[in-house]
């Protein structure tokens, strides 16, 4: 991919004065990807170039590269969109903004920044409603020739970034391409066209259904986990009691803490959000809208299913549908009776491969070094991993994108691939999700998100790893989905607030780096390159 991506390396000024994305999106998409004359008329040649390369290949090995099985169909890059809602100087937030900093995500849009909350009226004076709210006016910002950009939104206070966005947007159409599938297969085809039903954007999942009761819809009604029935062992999906009663299940519920989609899904679900947020001033977390609209998304498939089956499903189920039944009949006609489409293409991550909620799985997880052969045998054994698929290994697509550390030779940086960097996975799943979420409250547990802080590969490199993400020019971050897939924002060093205006990382972060850097070296200011 390499020399493809080459073509789209742009220099980029920092800190230039208007803010045009935020005014003109549409301009704005336009100059940024679509520059030059010169660029666009080596797109065709490369990208012939690209296609014989692939077939080449084919002809001369027998089997394709997996690039072959998604070739690159529309030439027009797509944008990956990083929102993180938060609203005021937090060391948590600036833990976020470093990360995704060093592994190359782009810029984040810091939405709700400066506000405050404090309506006596609304749950946590306001905050829940404002994170709704706030995103949901950056998608609405959007034109509709950006409904299949990539919006990853994380929250502000609790989340760390571990992999790559090339092995996060991997993952992200890998999940829905086989969510497609099981759809298809559970729905049938005919229900699935007549219904325009894709999956589209992916929540993480959790193993306690909250904060409903167990007879809700966003609890009963949602899909089984596709992962192993035995992969917590003999008492996977049952309570263990104790300290960890959820220990042994396996995710099956919404967590809103991360979520990935399309700009145009995205839209359509949080206009929704929106409105029953407004219905219900106490609604509580946003969390429950979400999960809410879930389980009535599955309800509505139901019903759907029902009203829509082909002929032929009719004559080959008319014995025995096991669906028929699973929803309650109180629970359809309630969604019957909303009359409007209660599908938005909501899936869940289950294996925790974008995001893991460290929430009831404080006893799961391990930050592994894959290079250290007897440490990863040993665990092996000792979990009594012996199924291939959930073998602790260095998984392929994190191992393929550029090495954690690499030295430009005056940098005192030791290169390391990586197998060699501690990286912070689910052992039971064997899965290292991209994204660390710090929600496990346990036993005073939040405080992991400072014990543990140096743990994370680039912490005790995170300011020289700032400087070299500061040297380095903006690339392509990954093709998937049939698509390029390129930075939002052109510009570095800093995040975006509502309106679009550029904050260097100084004015949203000043104060933290003792905490951030650990190194006593003061402030972290981003230089100006040419
Ligand atoms: C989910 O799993 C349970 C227990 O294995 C099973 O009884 C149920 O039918 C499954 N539900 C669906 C929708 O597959
Ligand atoms: C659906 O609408 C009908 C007619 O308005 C009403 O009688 C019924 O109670 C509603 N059912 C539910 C579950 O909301
Ligand atoms: C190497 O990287 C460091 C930190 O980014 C920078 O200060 C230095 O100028 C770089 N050296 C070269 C030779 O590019």
Request: aromatic residues 10%.
């Amino acid at each position: 991919m390499t020399n493809y991506n080459t073509m789209y390396e742009k220099k980029h000024d920092l800190l230039p004065q208007s803010p045009r994305w935020a005014q003109e999106p549409a301009f704005y998409h336009i100059r940024t990807y679509s520059s030059t004359r010169a660029r666009a008329a080596r797109l065709p040649a490369l990208i012939a170039a690209f296609i014989f390369a692939s077939i080449t290949f084919v002809f001369f090995t027998g089997t394709g590269p997996d690039m072959s099985s998604t070739p690159v169909t529309q030439t027009v890059p797509g944008n990956v969109h990083l929102l993180i809602p938060a609203s005021g100087k937090d060391e948590n937030l600036c833990k976020a903004i470093v990360g995704a900093a060093v592994l190359g995500y782009p810029s984040p849009k810091v939405l709700n920044w400066g506000k405050t909350f404090n309506d006596a009226h609304l749950v946590s004076g306001g905050s829940h409603i404002a994170k709704i709210s706030g995103v949901s006016s950056y998608l609405e910002s959007l034109s509709p020739e950006q409904d299949e950009d990539l919006i990853i939104m994380t929250d502000g206070y609790d989340t760390w970034f571990q992999l790559r966005p090339e092995t996060l947007i991997e993952r992200y159409f890998d999940i829905n391409r086989r969510a497609n599938e099981r759809i298809r297969r559970e729905l049938g085809d005919h229900v699935v066209s007549t219904n325009k039903i894709e999956q589209k954007i992916v929540f993480s999942a959790q193993k306690r259904c909250w904060p409903w009761a167990a007879d809700a819809a966003p609890c009963y009604a949602v899909p089984n986990s596709t992962l192993p029935e035995d992969i917590f062992g003999p008492d996977t999906d049952t309570d263990v009691g104790d300290r960890n009663p959820y220990l042994k299940f396996r995710p099956r519920y919404l967590n809103s803490g991360v979520v990935v989609g399309t700009a145009g899904a995205m839209r359509v679900m949080f206009t929704e959000a929106l409105n029953r947020a407004k219905k219900d001033p106490n609604f509580g977390s946003d969390q429950n809208i979400f999960g809410s609209i879930f389980g009535d998304q599955e309800v509505y498939r139901e019903v759907v299913r029902q009203r829509d089956m082909s002929w032929t499903d009719h004559i080959s189920l008319r014995s025995e549908d096991p669906r028929r039944g699973s929803i309650r009949e109180q629970d359809l006609e309630a969604v019957r009776n909303m009359t409007r489409s209660m599908e938005f293409g909501i899936g869940l991550d289950y294996e925790g491969s974008i995001s893991l909620p460290t929430v009831f799985s404080e006893d799961d997880t391990e930050w592994v070094n894959f290079d250290n052969t007897p440490w990863v045998d040993f665990y092996n054994v000792k979990r009594n991993i012996d199924k291939s698929q959930n073998k602790l290994v260095l998984h392929q697509d994190i191992a393929k994108t550029p090495a954690p550390f690499h030295s430009n030779g005056t940098d005192d940086l030791e290169a390391k691939e990586w197998a060699q960097v501690p990286l912070f996975t689910n052992v039971p799943t064997g899965y290292t999700p991209a994204i660390i979420h710090h929600n496990a409250h346990r036993d005073g547990m939040k405080n992991l998100r400072r014990k543990v802080w140096d743990k994370i590969w680039f912490q005790p490199y995170a300011r020289v790893l700032m400087d070299q993400y500061m040297d380095t020019p903006l690339t392509t971050l990954a093709v998937a989905g049939g698509r390029q897939w390129r930075n939002s924002d052109e510009w570095k060093g800093g995040v975006r607030d509502d309106v679009g205006a550029w904050l260097p990382y100084q004015d949203v972060c000043g104060g933290t780096e003792d905490e951030v850097f650990r190194d006593g070296n003061g402030p972290w200011i981003a230089q100006a390159h040419a």
